[in-house]
């Protein structure tokens, strides 16, 4: 499918394969090199993309630093939120380079509806994005939507930052949660394309190979 943007997916997990805390609580999992690549990333990149989980557990602000780039872009802050749920007070809401993403009928004309399901329909929002001239886009999380984007084949490149620390926990969000795969034919496999020392870890980058 190309009339949607390149998918990027950036995440860090410890080295037992969690992204936060039990209660999803935020832990600081890289360091300042992976930080300057991520904001590197986020400054390329014409749109970045978190769930609603994020939004509440992080209130993250989505911007580019000062501190890592130079004269910094500010990337269009997407929210998968399908009940439009997101508070008023969010960092999200600090400039009106936003929107979100919900599956309700809404009257905000900074909400935009994408698909008729339960969930923000993630082809749907992407080809939205495309339209209006996303051509490339950061997917930062969380867990559940990571593994949305996955399941829809919308997953271009995968980075994964591995921290030298355990987390532990059953409920600790991962990388790729969801419902996962139950058949072996739902296993999404993946290329290594490169591994590099960074901070006290390793980066890992894929891209991926869908079954057809
Ligand atoms: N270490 C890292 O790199 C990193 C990065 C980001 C986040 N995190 C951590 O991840 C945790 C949050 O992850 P999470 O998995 O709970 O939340 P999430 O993936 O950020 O958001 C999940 C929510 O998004 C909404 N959503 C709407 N459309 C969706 C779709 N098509 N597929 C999936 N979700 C959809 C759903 O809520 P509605 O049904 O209400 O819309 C869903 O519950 C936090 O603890 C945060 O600290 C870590």
New binding site residues.
């Given amino acids: 499918m190309k009339n949607r943007p390149r998918v990027i997916v ?4 410890s080295a037992d394969g969690k ?3 039990t209660g ?4 600081k ?1 890289s360091g300042d090199e992976d930080f300057k690549r991520v904001h590197e990333l986020r400054n390329r990149v014409d749109a970045i993309i ?6 509440l ?2 209130d ?1 602000k989505l911007t580019v630093k000062e501190k890592y780039v130079d004269d910094p872009n500010k990337p269009l802050r997407v929210v ?4 439009g ?1 997101i508070p008023e007070n969010s960092n999200i809401f600090k400039d009106d380079n936003y929107l979100i ?1 919900t ?1 309700q009928e809404t009257d905000r004309k900074d909400f935009v509806r994408c698909g008729d399901g ?5 082809n749907t929002l992407l080809r939205l994005l495309h339209e209006k001239g996303v051509r490339e886009v950061l997917v ?9 984007f996955f399941r829809s084949q919308a997953v271009d490149v995968f980075y994964v930052f591995v921290g030298s620390l355990i987390i532990g926990g059953r409920d600790a ?1 991962t990388p790729a ?2 419902e996962g795969a139950r058949l072996l034919d739902d296993i999404i496999q993946l290329k290594l394309i490169s591994q590099e020392p960074m901070d006290d870890g390793v980066l890992l980058k894929y891209e991926v190979n869908y079954h057809d």
């Avoid at 950036?10 to 997990?13: E, I, L, P, S």
């Avoid at 999803?24 to 832990?27: G, M």
């Avoid at 978190?50 to 939004?55: A, F, K, M, R």
Wanted: overall charge negative; aromatic content about 2%.
């Fill in positions: 950036n995440v860090a997990m992204i936060a805390l999803n609580k935020e832990v999992i978190v769930g609603i989980g994020t939004v557990a992080d993250p998968l939120d399908s009940q749920r993403a599956a339960d969930k923000v329909d993630i930062e999380g969380g867990g559940e939507v990571i593994y949305s969000p949660d969801g």
